[in-house]
């Protein structure tokens, strides 16, 4: 017995739904629907094992890119890329990590780290090889320089050629009522790119995060599984003032047991660093020593754009975007599964993008133009993304607004429409309303404290101005059976996200994730076809770098 309707029964029970009856009982033609068949086949494909987990820079991506320009030409639309391809290519930096060799010592103790298990290692600086012997452990609390909230963790101490321990999110998770960081709402300071930054402007030699599941919002796992094997950064011109030559995560246990060695408590440092007065630990005898041979090499990989002229406005767009790329093969799970094959996170948004540019060229066609991007390494820290931000082939100054997807609903329907991060545009408003059309609810990300604002590939766009919106299915299931669904979507969480185990299943329901679509295309429809031009709210963070290209909207 299934769980779920199975996806061919609920494509036809679509394609019934969307027929219109005629004088005289005759179906008239369906306009074109979203089909949950061709949504499953899709990622059936794409999360195969034949695609290894869809690793960038490897053969897999060859075959993912192929799938996707073919995909795209088939639904009608043109290539979107540069020089009239299919592609965009993103030069980047791979750094393979290896040999790993790590301790701290306090005092005459050493306390030996294993890769993987209770750290993981690497770099994103170029180079061959990195020693850091006996170097000082200074404890930064969250590792946050914030002068616009009166904020500074480092207050003007010197951790040049030092490792410096933090805290993963920012001070308010802890404690809400603060609201120093927007309360339970992560900022980009929570995240660990960011802290990784401030580390290399601090000039830090290492920076190691302190993992806790709850306000990293995901298990040891997902950090050993996202940090173990190859990472990539763009090109930058001077990486050593951008990049510490350390990236570590350590955990939490980890961390407990050196600062007591060294004469601290974890807890009770760490409630101190929830106040603008906290100033920076050393912890005193304690130091760490690390070594690891580093495979450097410059890779080109690509992001996918497919494009629908407009028939009135052509050089306006309305973009759609997600992520291919998935972690690719790792290292075996207990069930020697070593195939990452990223179903949900994210052949399902990928899936979404094929299908929604069926719909889009299978209508009539809109006054502006429709660009679809498949972006490339959003795993790698949205890197694909912001190359294209950066390198826009479509001026991002008659970019109309964007619709993100990534990691959608595969479990049924529910009751309510997540807009994550709520209140930077007005484009909630057409959420809101759009949703209320479906019998929905829309409400502000159940979950901000994750940070998911700022860990997609929307970000970099809304970082330089481009009004986008990210929007998930939440809440209520509204189909029995409740209980089935509720432990399935829980358990994707705990259980198969960034692990071997997010694998596509027959038995999805997909109804939900065809609500999600609907309701991005509506509002893209609504827009593609007006004068439209949706805005940041006052005191977005983002309006200031939309502000000086206004006269190229009209």
Known sequence: MRLFPTAAVLAAAALLSACATMDGGSAAPAAATFDTARLSEHVRVLASDAYQGRGIATPAEDMTVRYLSEQYAAAGFQPGGANGSWTQDVALNRFTASNVRAQFKVGDAAIPLNQGQQITISTRLPGDHVMLADKPLVFVGYGIKAPERNWDDFKGVDVRGKV???????????EPALDTFNGRAMTYYGRWTYKYEEA???????????????????????????????????????????????EAWMQRDVAVDLFRRAGQDFE???????GRDFRPVEL????????????TSRVTTRNVIARLPGSTHPDETILYTGHWDHIGVGEPDANGDAIFNGAVDNATGTAGLLELARLWAAGPRPERSIVMISFTAEESGLLGSEFYAANPVWPLA?????????????????ADVDIIGSGQSNLDARVTAEATRQGRTARPDSNPASGSYFRSDHFPLAKRG???????????????PIAARDAA????????????????????????????????????????????????????????ARAPSAAQRR
């Open 164 to 174: 410096i321990v933090v805290l993963v999110n920012d001070a308010d998770f802890e």
């Open 466 to 480: 481009v009004p986008m919106a990210y929007v998930d299915g939440g809440g209520a299931f509204r189909d029995e």
């Open 489 to 544: 979507r829980s358990e994707y969480g705990s259980r198969r996200y960034h692990q071997a185990d997010d694998e596509w299943s027959a038995d999805w329901d997909l109804r939900g994730q065809v609500e999600d679509l609907a309701l991005i295309f509506n509002i893209g429809r609504d827009l593609a076809n007006s004068r439209d031009w949706p805005e940041w709210m006052p005191g977005s963070e983002f309006g200031p």
């Open 284 to 295: 005193a005898g304690a130091t760490f020593s690390g070594s690891f041979d580093v495979a």
């Open 398 to 414: 008659t970019t109309v607004a964007g619709f993100n997807i990534d990691a959608m609903n595969v479990y049924g329907r529910v």
């Open 268 to 274: 009770a440092l760490k409630t101190s660093a929830r």
């Open 200 to 246: 290399a402007r601090q000039g830090a030699a290492g920076v190691i995060i302190v993992h806790e599941t709850a306000p990293a919002s995901y298990g040891w796992a997902t950090v050993q599984n996202s940090w173990s094997g190859p990472q990539f950064d763009i090109v930058r011109a001077n990486a050593a003032a951008e990049r510490a030559p350390m």
